[in-house]
Nanobody, 123 residues
Framework: QVQLVESGGGLVQAGGSLRLSCAAS????????MGWFRQAPGKEREFVAA????????YYADSVKVPFTISRDNAKNTVYLQMNSLKPEDTAVYYC????????????????WGQGTQVTVSS
């Protein structure tokens, strides 16, 4: 079992950057695929980015492919989401999700998630 704690959210102006972190408890972090999702007010949760276990392959939603980068540091049990060129439409609660020996671009691909961190982008 793994527990996830997101951090790094906040208020930023359009065009600015933030780096989100997701710290995982437990062992065998390197065997977990990790994903970032977000949910804006009144909208459904949507996929943002994912990184596989093992080889560290990455996959992004088309809307964030260029300015966002997902990475992981297995020695620190942490996955990151570097967000550049932020836009007001990126405003949402960002969630980290995990699944052992699995990954994907839908919520069904994961079975652990954190409490989320708020990102607000002002125009």
């Amino acid at each position: 079992q793994v527990q996830l704690v997101e951090s790094g959210g906040g208020l930023v102006q359009a065009g600015g950057s933030l780096r989100l972190s997701c710290a995982a408890s437990g062992r065998s972090f390197s065997s977990y695929g990790m994903g970032w999702f977000r949910q804006a007010p009144g909208k459904e949760r949507e996929f943002v980015a994912a990184i596989s276990w093992g080889s560290g392959n990455t996959y992004y939603a088309d809307s964030v492919k260029v300015p966002f980068t997902i990475s992981r540091d297995n020695a620190k049990n942490t996955v990151y989401l570097q967000m550049n060129s932020l836009k007001p439409e990126d405003t949402a609660v960002y969630y980290c999700e995990a699944r052992r020996y699995g990954w994907g671009c839908t919520g069904a691909a994961y079975n652990y998630w954190g409490q989320g961190t708020q990102v607000t982008v002002s125009s």
